[in-house]
């Protein structure tokens, strides 16, 4: 029979080892999933809905990419951005939508930024993002058709934005409809002497 010194040290050292064999059975799960799990991130979804610097709009149901909308109240678009060759533009025109919200993520989905109608200048959407030495270049000799725009300076090149609108009513969906079929997502076509 064991003494209780030497029974409390087995159980101590049984606790360990299955501990130990434990966490390498989780680490190796874990490592054998994550070429899975990596492909199905947010970022990569929304590259997979076509090309860059264009608005796709959401539909109900999952699309080949994997993306839906998850209000019925609620139209959505979204569009992956590269600012590495110089600035992205994000424009609509509010032509009578009761709410709209931008929000922007680098391509790790951290949310970078975020803007609604009620914190928009009219009420319209106008969004430049730049990495930190284009919005230095910018603000130098800020350009006639960006002076109203809010600059966001990403520290990514990379990411994505969704682009919301609410539709409280069957009758508002033509005008949220409207307004994200004619919001862009493109690069702004301006260059100083300075390059990018």
Known sequence: ML???????????????????????????IVLLLPEFSERDAYTRVLA???IHRFYRLGERPDRAGLSKDDPFVEAAVCAFDVSSGPVRLTAHNGGV??????????S????????????????????IATPVQITTLRKSLPQAVSQSI???????????????LVPQASFADIASQFLAQATCAPFEWRSRSRF
């Not at 003494?3 to 799960?29: D, E, K, M, N, Y």
């Not at 600059?151 to 609108?165: D, K, W």
């Open 109 to 128: 989905s951290n949310e970078v930024f975020s803007i609604n109608d009620r914190t928009s200048a009219d009420g319209m959407l106008d969004v430049v």
């Open 49 to 51: 809905e076509g090309d």
């Open 3 to 29: 003494r209780p010194r030497s029974r409390f040290a087995l159980q101590i050292l049984f606790a360990s080892v299955t501990g130990l064999i434990g966490a390498a059975l989780l680490h190796l799960v």
């Open 98 to 107: 009761p709410f709209w919200s931008l929000a922007i993520y680098d391509q």
């Open 151 to 165: 600059l966001v300076e990403t520290q990514q090149a990379e990411g994505y934005v969704i682009l919301r609108s």
